[in-house]
């Protein structure tokens, strides 16, 4: 049997950490059904993509690269459209594969839909409700001319039923109209509640964990369900980067064990410590909202002395670069910037004592290890920590280990989920709805008092144990019946 031919197209390194769950599924089960061609926009260059990127998460090398590199959005995207339409006219596949709602998603849309090749998005479905996001517009545009969407959660099921999209066949294609609960299997984490409004929708008892086993074969011939651009399936296979986080949170806790990187990232092991992202262009590029954020970093590391709370900043090359220019001196003054290994404190405990994610939370005492101790914990953690950028593997073993996580990607809020941690988000609005219902996450854009008075709610419910959450993105297999769900529809 000829194999069903695969081009996955994407644009940026958190493209090819989420391609990377759908190529180690081929490899895995579907090598003698499925072929995959990889094809990289070059949307964004990347020195961490090196072959040790590669190696380590286990990501095939692109067989294409179309180095398109920056530009205005109209430029960038009609050059991804001319490569990818060449590359697609040269291979000829019987899907292209698209991830979320980069410029790479818009073109490869377009390419492949006027070009009449089936486009199945993954995380579809998903809305910020804020049109000008660029993000929003492309995930939109991408969506309408798919012939799969796989969505990840229950709002993004919600969200293209008001767009129009016929989802009447969700729960009969699911597990045949029952209404069970949600399947954990894999799922490390307890289901210890349901957000405020999941039982508010039709959906909201969907057996995600049957999806991989449906009876697709006997629908995939029926008018109904015969996928084309104009009569789409809608599928909840829950969500690709909950397998990738499966997947590789032992692997970061072999390649980075927490103390170690933190020893060698900031010098010492803080007792308690804040991860922050701040990448977003409305972030970075606006004064008044960068001073806000980082001044409210700043007093939450310095209010936090006593317990021995450092706020660490792994920033983005281009914020690293404008960001003394942005900020006002006093600020800036209260930053440690680079600290570097300037020594280590000895006696200082680790964060997470069970954080039952994947971590043996063995944690507790580092020892009297301290080379030029640098004394008193409290006297080094009154200063937000800037570092350079950490790569994938790095980031998750330090979100894995911190109190509480504050950030503008989209990425991150759900890596803090999957991992139990709370979230403050610097937008205002976020794609991913869920966890800001459920509690587990705040929306507080930039605003000073918001994120401080956020830190403070999220730190005291944290300690008292009282977030919840609950298995949102399914159950470790999306990757599996992505592919099932091709496969039995185009074999």
């Given at each position: 049997?000829?194999?069903?031919k ?13 391609a990377?769950?759908?190529?180690r599924e081929?490899?895995r ?5 499925l ?7 070059g ?19 692109p ?19 001319k ?8 291979e000829?596949?019987?899907v ?5 709602d ?14 009449h090749?089936?486009?199945?998005h ?8 804020n049109?000008s ?19 990840p ?42 957000c405020?409004k ?6 909201s ?12 074969g006997?629908?995939?011939g029926d008018?109904?369900?015969?996928c ?5 399936g ?11 986080s ?47 954020i ?42 440690k ?41 409290s ?9 350079e950028?950490?790569?994938f ?14 950030t ?15 979230s403050?988000?610097?937008?205002p ?7 800001v ?11 000073y ?6 830190y ?36």
């Open positions: 049997m000829e194999k069903i695969i081009l996955t197209v994407v644009g940026a390194r958190p493209q090819f950490i989420k990377a769950a759908i190529s081929i490899r089960s579907f090598r003698g059904r072929h995959e061609v990889i094809l990289h926009t949307q964004h260059y990347d020195e961490n993509m090196s072959e040790v990127f590669f190696n380590q998460l286990e990501i095939p090398a067989d294409y690269n179309l180095n398109v590199g920056s530009a205005s959005h109209g430029e960038q995207t009609a050059l991804m459209i490569g990818i339409e060449d590359v697609i006219i040269k000829k596949p019987d292209v594969i698209l991830y979320g980069t410029n790479s998603t818009l073109a490869g849309a377009v390419a492949a839909s006027k070009l090749i089936p486009v199945a993954i995380e579809a479905g998903l809305r910020s409700f049109k996001m660029p993000e929003e517009i492309n995930r939109i545009v991408c969506d309408h001319v798919s012939t799969w969407l796989f969505v959660t229950i709002a993004g099921i919600n969200n293209l039923e008001r767009e129009g999209f016929d989802v009447s066949h969700i729960l009969s294609r699911y597990n045949n109209g029952e209404t069970t609960e949600s399947n954990e299997r894999n799922d490390p984490r307890e289901d210890t509640g349901k405020s999941m039982n508010a929708g039709q959906y008892k969907m057996n995600t964990g049957q999806y991989s086993k449906m009876s697709i006997q629908n995939a008018s109904h369900y015969h084309t651009i104009d009569n789409p809608v599928y909840h296979t829950g969500d690709i980067m909950y397998d990738n499966l997947f590789f949170s032992g692997l970061a806790d072999r390649l980075y064990p927490v103390d170690k990187l933190l020893r060698e990232k900031v010098g010492f092991v803080p007792e308690r410590f804040v991860l922050a992202t701040i990448h977003r262009d409305s972030n970075t590029d606006d004064r008044e909202r960068i001073n806000s980082f001044r409210a970093l700043a007093d939450i590391a310095e209010d936090g002395v006593k317990e021995g709370v450092t706020v660490i900043v792994p920033l983005h090359p281009r914020t690293s670069k404008i960001l003394k220019g942005m900020l006002e001196p006093d600020l800036y003054s209260r930053l910037v680079n600290i570097g290994n300037e020594g280590n404190i000895g006696n200082v405990s680790r964060l997470d004592k069970g954080d039952n994610f994947g971590n043996e939370g063995k944690g507790g005492n580092i020892g009297n290890e301290g080379k030029g101790n640098m004394g008193d914990v006297k080094v953690g009154n200063r937000v920590i800037l570092l950028p950490l790569s593997m790095e980031m998750i073993s330090l979100e894995k280990a911190a109190e509480i996580i504050i503008d990607s989209g990425g991150v809020q759900k890596e803090a989920f999957f991992f139990r941690k709370p403050l988000i610097l937008r609005q976020t794609e991913w709805v869920e966890i219902e459920c509690g587990a996450a705040l929306l507080t854009d930039a605003s008092q918001r994120i401080t008075e956020g403070r709610d999220l730190s005291a419910k944290a300690l008292a144990g009282e977030l919840k959450f609950p298995a949102l993105f399914g159950d470790g297999r999306a990757a599996a019946s992505i592919l099932e769900i091709i496969s039995a529809s185009l074999g």
